[in-house]
């Protein structure tokens, strides 16, 4: 990090801390008892505090990853500080994990801008520091820093995983995963696309080779045709059976398989990957929630995805390939039609956006769900357009990941779709500055929209006397 790249780096993590601590400030005066999922997560945490580590709700579904780190932070502060009585671990101090949290994300998406795309010597300093600035301020990322959950720190470990695995440091990345893990269990598809990262490089570089060796060089990993992607899929068999190549890939990635290993104990241990209430959170094949995915990508990257140079290449792909989009078509009807679930607590909780993004759209008639496929197949495009620098073997192994990290859910919840959207947006080209000023002004502008509704916007309900807000 060049000197003035590195003062910049300083000003924006330490301007944009103090802008949160202001914030949190003001919001700690409105909320200070739990709110939401905050009154399990609270008295959990207090409950380990007081070293009640026996003691567990059994309406929480993850691991107690964040009341851990929450204890190991708050209790030698408490000491180092002489605070004592409700202070200590009081839902305004656990809050404050997560802005510390914050602090951290924005240190690692720096990082991690500056390893994937270090080869890009047309990207300036001010460039990295304004996108990652702006994946800071990801709308519903940074809403739950000023609450008591589990998504900045899962976030943290799990983007800390990812910069390890990219700078080869794979035991301390599968460490770093088993953190994330413990935040969430649903990490651990991170740690299998650590895994993956590595098995990529290798098969690209192997797939190179088998093109080099054959003098094909007009041939490229990122073809589309059919013929490629026949002879693609008869090279990844060939292999992957092959003793030798399963054997070196075993080598490099021991230690992810160890915790992936771990995973599946605990999984059979417990008798399913939730923790508790299982009732409300049962897996099922939601195939719509990749398209879901897709529409939210297309929401917070309209800079880089809806522009008319993309709607065009669309269009002109679709007019040079009616076929191959016809069979996504129906695939994508089909799918719609047998696989598509709607949760108890997407029609009963109006507190969500989910709730109002529901009833709004999908709700007006019966047949929206249908109407909406063509926006689904443009954001799927647009999506996999802007990876089409990237390997075929890396963009395989991210969808997969994709898939389990989305299909399996079957409420239809924003904040599960932050680490997905994140990796994504790390991945991509760098935009042009415009693109990214116009990124950054629209999370500003749909953040102080969420906090002002949050905090203003206050209703009850008929049958409760406690203030409800709306949130993501």
């Known amino acids: 990090m060049e000197r003035a790249e590195a003062y910049g780096f300083s000003a924006a993590v330490s301007g944009a801390f103090l802008l949160s601590c202001l914030l949190f400030a003001a919001i700690s005066r409105r909320l200070r008892g739990p709110y939401m999922d905050e009154a399990f997560h609270v008295p959990q945490a207090q409950a380990y505090c007081h070293g009640r580590f026996l003691q567990w709700d059994p309406m929480i579904t993850t691991l107690p990853g964040l009341y851990l780190v929450s204890v190991g932070v708050v209790k030698p502060a408490a000491w180092l500080f002489g605070w004592t009585g409700s202070v200590v671990c009081s839902a305004g101090m656990l809050r404050f994990i997560n802005l510390l949290f914050s602090a951290g994300n924005f240190y690692v998406l720096y990082l991690l801008l500056f390893k994937i795309h270090q080869k890009n010597k047309a990207v300036s300093g001010f460039q990295r520091i304004l996108s990652t600035l702006t994946l800071a301020m990801f709308p519903t990322l940074y809403f739950f820093t000023f609450l008591y959950y589990t998504d900045p720190g899962s976030v943290f470990f799990t983007l800390f995983a990812y910069l390890m695995c990219l700078y080869g440091n794979h035991k301390t990345s599968a460490l770093l995963g088993f953190c994330g893990f413990m935040f969430r269990q649903t990490n651990i598809v991170w740690t299998v696309f650590c895994a993956g990262n590595v098995i990529a490089e290798k098969l690209n570089e192997a797939w190179k080779a088998e093109l080099h060796k054959k003098k094909d060089k007009k041939s490229s990993s990122r073809k589309g045709s059919f013929s490629d992607s026949k002879r693609i899929l008869q090279f990844l068999i060939e292999y992957l059976v092959s003793p030798k190549n399963l054997v070196t890939l075993t080598a490099l990635t021991w230690p992810y398989i160890i915790l992936v290993t771990v995973f599946f104990v605990f999984v059979f241990i417990n008798g399913g990957i939730v923790v508790g209430d299982r009732s409300s959170h049962e897996a099922c094949l939601h195939f719509p929630q990749l398209f879901y995915f897709l529409s939210f990508t297309v929401f917070f990257s309209f800079p880089h995805l809806l522009t008319p140079t993309k709607i065009r290449k669309f269009l002109l792909s679709l007019r040079k390939h009616p076929m191959q989009y016809s069979l996504i078509a129906v695939i994508s009807l089909f799918l719609i039609w047998k696989f598509t679930y709607v949760h108890k607590y997407l029609l009963a909780d109006n507190r969500h956006y989910t709730f ?23 954001a799927g495009w647009s999506f996999a357009d802007t990876l089409k620098s990237k390997s075929i073997f890396w963009i395989l192994m991210y969808f997969v ?39 950054l002004a629209f999370y500003i502008v749909v953040n102080a929209v969420t906090f002002y509704l ?5 209703f009850q309900w008929p049958n409760s006397d406690e203030i409800q807000r709306f949130m993501w």
């Open 356 to 378: 109002y993004v529901w009833r709004k759209i999908f709700q007006r008639h019966e047949h929206v769900k249908y109407v909406l496929v063509p926006v689904y197949m443009f």
């Open 401 to 439: 990941c994709l898939l389990a990290v989305t299909v399996p859910q079957k409420l239809l919840e924003f904040r599960y779709f932050i680490l997905p959207f994140l990796i994504y947006r790390l991945n991509i080209p760098f935009p042009s500055l415009y693109r990214q000023l116009l990124e």
């Open 454 to 458: 949050f905090l203003n916007k206050t």
